[in-house]
């Protein structure tokens, strides 16, 4: 945390009173590329998940929640920051690793540098607020918000327990030479990277990389567990499991998960591999994301029964979701698991396929469960979701930079719909940016407008959610009003540049 951010934040913890320790905890899973419709709850047919269907059937079901982005990095900073794209300071996928930095681990070349854009250290994210209240802070997967040595990350920014790939790219491969870890109970004083002694013998590609053992998703959701293990009635915890799985590569232990699987699809697809990519071949991509999907599923079984077996699950907000759209690389194929094709675009794309992801939240004390809701909101609206659970008041003016011109709060609370108390207040419209596809959209009731290259398409989506029907000739008047929020939203960044609507 930057230092100049001190003199603000601090107090909470040395506040706190007896009564506060029975505040709710939470766990929040984001999983990876996971799409709309690739668990059953939410029409798949070809792959099992029936922990997820039964965290469906114990709490509430969204069916139109929106990630903050249409890729991983910038939607994770929704999330984490309580701002939208259009200012936020972390809106794509910019890396720091370089071919011309680079280390050994056995034979094989590695970068000595790894990781993402930082958040921006003057502006505060969610694990912060939490420990400053006096949660106990665990982060484990994905951090992408900081690069190895930057000023944005898990031991500078809140979490009092980080283990996972640091870097997004690093977690491209299963079977990797390191994870990062940060440990304030094992005595580490910064982000260190902890070698994976039993992977580095052998290939990171090709011949020879099937004898590696050491399972990145696996490790990480032992890690959580183990984390869990040492949680207590006594203080409440914020848990923020960003998990890899399904993402490419397509590879995993060949075990009774896998085995369910293969041979069993009446087509097959096999993937050459991209090295450049770390993604190593297969000859069952079917089998190999289906399987993931239900390991995924295997591992949000196990966190129920653990929250359970701690006497836990009663106080415990547990929060599934996606970081965004179906993937379609190393082998991944949507067009066969996506066989309705219930929405338009992939990763990347600021289609319904793209941002519209599955949500789902369980909470025995306040939901009940099997509801299903149509509320619209975007992971910007999570940190004030997750305050109001925690009871944390008046958030934005405890955290608000007074050192910052303009020190965005983007998000509306949910915790209305989730609970039933009180009245739900509803965005004018929800706002999205992104540079690699050069794409902006906006969406007000069931108006949406999508921009790309500076060109706007507007679709209606209560009779058109494929949004294959441009209206913008029609209705030139929405069309005007949406494009004067996107210039009402948008900030400019020298790093993600995107063309404003013509």
């Known amino acids: 945390m930057n230092l100049s951010r001190l003199a603000f934040i601090g107090a909470g913890a040395a506040a706190l009173t007896a009564q506060a320790q029975t505040r709710p905890n939470i766990i929040y899973l984001m999983c990876d590329d996971l799409g709309y419709a690739d668990i059953s709850c939410y029409g798949q047919h070809y792959i099992a998940t029936p922990n997820l269907d039964r965290l469906a059937s114990q709490g509430m079901r969204f069916t139109q929640a929106y990630s903050g982005s249409p890729v991983s990095a910038p939607a994770r900073a929704t999330f984490m920051t309580g701002q939208h794209t259009g200012h936020t300071h972390v809106r794509g996928n910019k890396e720091y690793w370089s071919s011309n930095n680079t280390v050994k681990y056995g034979d094989n070349t590695d970068y000595a540098r790894v990781g993402q854009e930082p958040y921006d250290p003057d502006h505060v994210i969610i694990p912060e607020i939490f420990h400053d209240n006096g949660y106990a802070t665990g982060m484990f997967g994905k951090w992408a918000g900081g690069y190895e040595g930057s000023v944005s990350t898990p031991d500078k920014r809140g979490v009092d327990e980080y283990y996972g790939p640091l870097c997004q790219f690093q977690a491209h491969l299963y079977y990797p030479n390191f994870l990062n870890r940060y440990s304030k109970k094992r005595g580490d004083t910064e982000t260190i990277?902890?070698?994976?002694?039993?992977?580095?013998?052998?290939?990171?590609?090709?011949?020879?990389?099937?004898?590696?053992?050491?399972?990145?998703?696996?490790?990480?959701?032992?890690?959580?567990?183990?984390?869990?293990?040492?949680?207590?009635?006594?203080?409440?915890?914020?848990?923020?499991f960003t998990y890899t799985l399904p993402h490419a590569e397509l590879r995993q232990p060949e075990d009774s998960i896998l085995l369910a699987y293969q041979g069993h699809f009446c087509v097959e697809?096999?993937?050459?591999?991209?090295?450049?990519?770390?993604?190593?071949?297969?000859?069952?991509?079917?089998?190999?994301?289906?399987?993931?999907?239900?390991r995924l599923d295997a591992y949000v079984g196990e966190i129920m029964d653990k929250l359970e077996e701690k006497g836990l699950a009663d106080n415990t907000v547990f929060i599934f979701t996606s970081d965004n759209g179906p993937h379609t690389e190393g082998g991944a194929d949507q067009t066969f698991f996506n066989v309705e094709q219930l929405l338009q675009g992939t990763k990347r794309y600021t289609y319904e396929g793209g941002i519209r992801i599955p949500f789902i939240v369980r909470w025995p004390a306040k939901i009940k469960g099997g509801q299903v809701s149509d509320q619209t909101f975007a992971f910007y609206d999570l940190m004030a979701t997750f305050c109001d659970i925690a009871g944390i008041d008046n958030y934005v003016e405890r955290y608000r930079n007074p050192n910052l011109e303009n020190d965005w709060f983007d998000g509306i609370s949910i915790y209305p719909t989730l609970t039933g108390e009180g009245e739900q207040q509803q965005h004018e419209y929800l706002y999205w940016e992104f540079h690699e596809t050069n794409m902006l959209a906006v969406r007000k009731g069931n108006w949406k407008l999508v921009v790309q290259n500076g060109t706007c398409k507007l679709f209606d989506l209560s009779l058109d959610l494929h949004e294959d029907n441009d209206l913008s000739s029609r209705y030139p008047a929405v069309v005007k009003e949406l494009k004067a929020a996107i210039l009402a939203e948008h900030t400019p960044s020298d790093l993600f540049n995107v063309t404003l609507p013509q």
Not at 195 to 223: C, F, I, W
């Open 269 to 294: 697809k096999s993937f050459g591999g991209d090295q450049a990519s770390r993604y190593n071949p297969t000859d069952i991509a079917h089998a190999q994301f289906a399987a993931m999907v239900t």
């Open 193 to 240: 990277r902890v070698t994976l002694d039993d992977n580095v013998p052998y290939p990171m590609y090709g011949s020879g990389y099937e004898k590696r053992t050491q399972y990145s998703a696996d490790l990480v959701h032992q890690a959580a567990l183990e984390w869990l293990d040492d949680r207590t009635a006594d203080q409440p915890f914020l848990g923020i």
